[in-house]
């Protein structure tokens, strides 16, 4: 059967992108277009008339039962191997369909054939690729996660077990958040959406350092780092977690140290220098009442001086005080916080107030002393740098945490950091790094260790420390912590 009988019918296929070879049911070639000579190397004069098996290799099913199955079912879908003509392997998906000549029913099968042979070195690379991903998931010593959207876990590997200390059946079905210490699950899916957005936004590389429990109740502080990636049209965030547990014993030795050389100094200043003052003070009253009694000049002089000692006595009192905070050792945190407030609206005139909605009362001395340390902070710099008249601070307290705010009138951000008037140090309930940087770039000077200082108190508690602007342009510095303080 010669090629130029079907001129018409087949002619259109020469334009074709894909091989197109039409054989007999005998298994002889009576068409070939150039995209099978591309394809295969053979040229149309070289294979018109031959047998087909000429580029079908051996370890393909048998070309007869191909062809039976095609007239069978007018239709085949394969996966060959192709036979190049200098005899390299060419992988090829294959259609075949049935074609009848007129009314003669002449029957041929025409074969479409499609190169995947870079498709599948693409899928090979793929399978590798995934292949050691999924090596380096499972031996990592960091522990991984992967979760769904809505924060489920979609699979974990050794090290996030062994750290949690669950078998993977036992974490399928849970949440992230089932993993988390208070406050981060006290509303689990606000959480979730504060810290893993709507899929897309773009969370590579975000860094928060959290509370997480174990299986056994065990709470630590972890550091967790996410990712977003895509598969197969659904979004996954990834997370790696490291347990800093030594981090923060390291940084609560650190903050110890401080506080010790903290209320050091505030004893050398109230024994030492004080009694000094004290002593200098007493000399000087008696020679400005000798002078004055003898009629001698300098006597009004020597009782200026003698107030100017007096005021500063009364100034490194005052200092020492603040340093070795005995209030909050004999009285609690409530009674030190309220004489707080009275002494810098005493030293500065500013109308500081403390309120405490029902007396909380705190057992533990460190976590008090942290408190005290943060609100004392959040004050000085509510005054020295946002210049405020009036600071508020709150403090409350439930069966789960304590909150700590400071509340200022105070000048805010920087106006760099707002849109359309309103204030974005709008961050989640959850989250302090945004509010943070918000400090790090705000020309009003609130920034620097005094800030890392409160950050590093809250997170050695477990808690958190966030800042942010308010509608009714109010500063709010707001530190939450949890009663529960086995780990600390």
């Known amino acids: 059967m010669k090629e130029n009988r079907f001129p018409y019918q087949f002619s259109i296929l020469e334009s074709v992108q894909h091989g197109v070879v039409v054989i007999d049911y005998d ?10 000579t591309a394809m295969l190397g053979y040229t149309r004069e070289e294979v018109i008339g031959k047998p087909a098996h000429m580029f079908h290799s051996k370890e393909n099913a048998p070309l007869s039962e191909l062809l039976s199955q095609c007239r069978r079912d007018e239709i085949a879908e394969q996966r060959w191997t192709g036979i190049h003509r200098n005899g390299d392997c060419v992988w090829m998906d294959v259609r075949l369909s049935t074609y009848k000549e007129g009314n003669d029913a002449n029957e041929l099968c025409v074969i479409s054939m499609y190169d995947i042979g870079e498709l599948l070195q693409t899928e090979k690379k793929l399978h590798d690729n995934l292949a050691l ?26 090290a996030a077990m062994e750290m949690f200390g669950y078998n993977e059946p036992e974490l399928k079905g849970k949440n992230i958040s089932d993993l988390l210490a208070s406050p981060h699950n006290v509303n689990p899916q606000r959480y979730i959406q504060s810290f893993f957005p709507k899929a897309g936004h773009g969370v590579s590389g975000k860094l928060q350092q959290l509370h997480a429990i174990k299986k056994d109740g065990t709470v630590f502080p972890i550091e967790l780092a996410v990712g977003e990636v895509q598969n197969e049209g659904e979004h996954f965030f990834t997370g790696i977690i490291r347990d800093i547990t030594l981090r923060r014993t390291l940084e609560k030795e650190i903050i110890s140290v401080g506080d010790e050389e903290r209320r050091k100094i505030g004893r050398e200043l109230h024994d030492g220098l004080g009694q000094m003052l004290t002593g200098i003070r007493m000399l000087s009253e008696a020679l400005a009442k000798r002078l004055k009694a003898n009629a001698l000049p300098g006597a009004d002089e020597v009782g200026e001086i003698t107030e100017i000692i007096r005021e500063a006595d009364e100034y490194a009192r005052t200092l020492s005080r603040g340093m070795v905070v005995v209030d909050v050792e004999k009285n609690g945190l409530s009674v030190a916080l309220e004489n707080l407030a009275k002494r810098i609206t005493h030293l500065t005139g500013v109308d500081v107030h403390f309120i405490d909605t029902g007396r909380t009362e705190i057992e533990h001395h460190t976590m008090a002393l942290h408190l005290y340390r943060i609100a004392q902070e959040g004050v000085n710099n509510a005054i020295r740098h946002g210049q405020a008249t009036r600071v508020n601070i709150r403090l409350y307290s439930n069966p789960e945490h304590t909150s700590l705010i400071v509340e200022d009138n105070g000048i805010g951000f920087d106006k760099s950091l707002r849109k359309n008037g309103a204030a974005v140090q709008r961050h989640s309930e959850f989250s302090d790094d945004e509010g943070e940087n918000n400090i790090k770039n705000n020309d009003t000077g609130r920034q620097g260790v005094g800030m890392h200082i409160m950050k590093y108190r809250a997170h050695v508690m477990g808690g958190i420390l966030k800042i942010d602007r308010t509608d009714d342009e109010i500063t709010r510095l707001r530190c939450v912590v949890p009663n529960d303080l086995q780990y600390f």
């Open 133 to 158: 991903t999924n090596a380096i998931f499972r031996a990592s010593d960091d522990a991984m996660v992967i979760l769904h959207k809505n924060g489920d876990l979609h699979s974990v590997n050794r």
């Open 27 to 36: 298994g002889n070639i009576v068409f070939w277009n150039s995209s099978a």
